[in-house]
């Protein structure tokens, strides 16, 4: 595994986490990274992304207006912060970093090279 994840925990319903992930053992400054997250008994599903320049990232339509993503390539970490926490978005979050550089933040959800090892995020309503 080469990102870690953390800032998941429990948390009430319109509550705020920010989920962070960096780089382990190597670096990834160049490459498109973003949020997936999976429920319990359901597929995983995309998040949001950024790409490699942190100037274009890539909602999900379920998370749009209170989900934000962001990096900071000099700490080699991508944030995602999320606000107006719902039940629904109950999940272990794992952040993705593409295969190969340069990848757009649209395209991260067909390219994922390598996983972090998730982070759990609880919303009690």
């Known amino acids: 595994v080469q990102l870690q994840a953390s800032g998941g925990g429990l948390v009430q319903a319109g509550g705020s986490l920010r989920l962070t992930c960096v780089d382990s053992?190597?670096?990834?400054?160049?490459?498109?990274k973003g949020w997936f997250r999976q429920a319990p008994g359901k597929e995983r599903e995309f998040v949001a992304a950024?790409?490699?320049?942190?100037?274009?990232?890539h909602i999900a339509d379920s998370v749009k207006g209170r989900f934000t993503i962001s990096r900071d390539n000099a700490q080699n970490t991508v944030y995602l912060q999320m606000n107006s926490l719902k039940s629904e978005d109950t999940a272990v979050y794992f952040c993705?970093?593409?295969?190969?550089?340069?990848?757009?933040?649209?395209?991260?959800?067909?390219?994922?090279?390598?996983w972090g090892q998730g982070t759990q995020v609880t919303v009690s309503s």
């Open positions: 053992g190597r670096t990834f400054t160049n490459y498109a």
């Open positions: 950024v790409g490699w320049r942190g100037q274009s990232a």
């Open positions: 993705a970093v593409a295969t190969k550089p340069y990848i757009s933040a649209q395209s991260l959800m067909r390219f994922v090279g390598d």
